[in-house]
């Protein structure tokens, strides 16, 4: 009963009955220099794919919601490690040649303090995209270009450079203009609304991990979260079913030092605190929890290969005997990327050994999508070769490694059982601990997860440089 099958409580197997056929779980994370640099990355991981699964990282100056100015402390960072995103147009240029409305488009943002602006520009320009397949099909472009005219007489907005293989221009030609200012008010209302009820993707805006480990915070950690409400009761309001408005991140709790017991408790922790500050605000359980996904790093620690067995069945019984949600809330869905830190400055030729062991932990686990980092992460940005070697390691698993194409290889494994039940413990425990210091928000004032994270990573980065890390 605590094993089940795939698809069935209390989904330690997973959370569906079958693997999802003609789409791999792949999503690359990608970002750097202006808008038309990172869209025209994502035109390349993304080629003859069936799907396009889009992971986004954006540079500091906007995660710190600042914009990009002549200004000696930003201006270096300008579209360093992560796209430089400012307006609605940047957004357009963005995601421009790919359909944001098709089922088989999906886009991650990963973007915290400012989630709600940065959500915004994404909202906006999947509408105005429905907005220009529109007015194509009522060949209504004189009217657009007499606003046009009207509203630039030189310097209209336009895409730098030419456009990459794969993109048909989508998005780009109402660059300068929203759909508003050309539409009828009906006809754009009923765009808007259906592009709501469309859109799939996450944005991560996980505000309580920020401040344990990552330290992106502009805002105080209580109107961040009067914010993430906010935007959940948008989305419950507007029927936005297909879009996660939180991932709740523990991939930068572990890339600060975390080990995986830990990142995995205070992942949990944190996703229950948010459920318990949605209901405050007045909201169903069902309304609100299908928003909300996971993501977490996979590094070598054997602990690793059941991160999502225990984060499966440790969220779906609290779901079903605590909360009383239905089905589709009880299931934890996660986003798994290989660990950064665990990758070597020296020898990186190795490190792709490294990032395939733990994607196939992950592909084992049934993680729902997969970044695998390239193995010059170490010391550059990746380059296009790097990425089409990090790409063909989880190709390769899925469509060549014949056990990869079992829904739960490992069942039986005496080892894994064993292990999980021992994870599974370990994070109760850490729950014990954390509401001993009064939650996760009084464990916070006293420091608690800032102090465990870096006594942990003091130790592992003692065992890495003395060699004694195994």
Same mark, same amino acid.
């Given at each position: 009963m605590q094993e089940n099958l795939p698809g069935r409580f209390p989904f330690t197997a997973g959370v569906f009955e079958l693997?999802?056929?003609?789409?791999?779980?792949?999503?690359?994370?990608?970002?750097?220099?202006?808008?038309?640099?990172?869209?025209?990355?994502?035109?390349?991981?993304?080629?003859?794919?069936?799907?396009?699964?889009?992971?986004?990282?954006?540079?500091?100056?906007?995660?710190?919601g600042e914009d990009p100015a002549h200004r000696a402390d930003i201006f270096g960072k300008v579209g360093n490690s992560g796209v430089s995103i400012a307006t609605v147009d940047d957004a357009k240029k963005l995601y421009s040649g790919f359909d944001l409305c098709d089922a088989a488009t999906s886009v991650s943002m990963t973007i915290n303090g400012p989630a709600p602006i940065l959500l915004a520009f994404f909202l906006n320009t999947a509408i105005?995209?429905?907005?220009?397949?529109?007015?194509?099909?009522?060949?209504?472009?004189?009217?657009v270009n007499s606003r046009?005219?009207?509203?630039?007489?030189?310097?209209?907005?336009?895409?730098?450079?030419?456009?990459?293989?794969?993109?048909?221009?989508?998005?780009?030609?109402?660059?300068?203009?929203?759909?508003?200012?050309?539409?009828?008010?009906?006809?754009?209302?009923?765009?808007?609304?259906?592009?709501?009820?469309?859109?799939?993707?996450?944005?991560?805006?996980?505000?309580?991990?920020?401040?344990?480990?990552?330290?992106t915070c502009i805002f105080s950690t209580e109107f961040a979260l009067k914010l993430m409400g906010d935007v959940q009761e948008y989305f419950?309001?507007?029927?936005?079913?297909?879009?996660?408005?939180?991932?709740?991140?523990?991939?930068?709790?572990?890339? !600060?030092?975390?080990?995986? %017991?830990? /990142?995995?408790? #205070?992942?949990?922790?944190?996703?229950?605190?948010? $459920? +318990?500050?949605?209901?405050?605000?007045?909201?169903?359980?069902?309304?609100?929890?299908?928003?909300?996904s996971f993501f977490f790093s996979n590094g070598m620690d054997a602990e690793y290969s059941v991160i999502g067995r225990v984060a499966r069945r440790i969220w779906a019984k609290a779901m079903k005997q605590k909360y009383g949600a239905n089905e589709r809330s009880q299931k934890l869905k996660y986003h798994i990327q290989t660990s950064g830190r665990s990758l070597h400055a020296q020898e990186i030729d190795f490190n792709d050994i490294r990032t395939t062991l733990q994607a196939l932990y992950a592909i084992y686990d049934n993680c729902n999508s997969l970044h695998t980092n390239a193995y010059d992460e170490a010391i550059t940005t990746p380059t296009e070769e790097s990425v089409r070697r990090a790409m063909a390691i989880q190709l390769i698993i899925n469509r060549e490694?014949?056990? !990869?194409?079992?829904?739960? %290889?490992? /069942?039986?494994? #005496?080892?894994?059982?064993?292990?999980?039940?021992? $994870? +599974?413990?370990?994070?109760?425990?850490?729950?014990?601990?954390?509401?001993?210091?009064?939650?996760?928000?009084?464990?916070?004032?006293?420091?608690?997860?800032?102090?465990?994270?870096?006594e942990e990573s003091m130790h592992y980065e003692m065992q890495k440089s003395n060699g004694s890390c195994r």
């Open positions: 693997k999802r056929q003609g789409e791999d779980p792949t999503r690359m994370f990608a970002g750097e220099g202006g808008p038309e640099r990172t869209n025209k990355r994502f035109h390349y991981v993304s080629l003859d794919q069936p799907a396009k699964r889009l992971s986004t990282a954006f540079d500091s100056v906007t995660l710190y105005d995209q429905q907005c220009e397949k529109w007015i194509e099909d009522n060949s209504q472009w004189s009217i046009l005219q009207e509203k630039f007489s030189n310097n209209r907005p336009v895409y730098a450079g030419d456009l990459p293989k794969g993109n048909n221009g989508l998005g780009l030609k109402l660059l300068g203009l929203s759909g508003n200012e050309v539409l009828p008010a009906d006809i754009y209302e009923q765009i808007k609304t259906s592009t709501l009820q469309q859109v799939r993707g996450t944005v991560q805006a996980d505000i309580l991990k920020e401040d344990q480990a990552q330290n419950i309001d507007n029927k936005v079913r297909n879009f996660y408005s939180v991932s709740i991140s523990g991939y930068h709790i572990a890339e !600060a030092g975390a080990n995986p %017991i830990t /990142q995995l408790a #205070f992942t949990l922790a944190n996703g229950f605190t948010y $459920v +318990e500050y949605y209901l405050s605000r007045g909201m169903h359980i069902d309304d609100f929890a299908p928003n909300l490694l014949g056990s !990869a194409k079992s829904e739960n %290889i490992l /069942q039986g494994s #005496f080892a894994i059982e064993e292990l999980t039940n021992l $994870v +599974e413990a370990a994070v109760l425990a850490e729950f014990k601990r954390i509401s001993e210091r009064g939650g996760v928000l009084g464990a916070m004032e006293r420091m608690y997860q800032r102090n465990k994270i870096q």
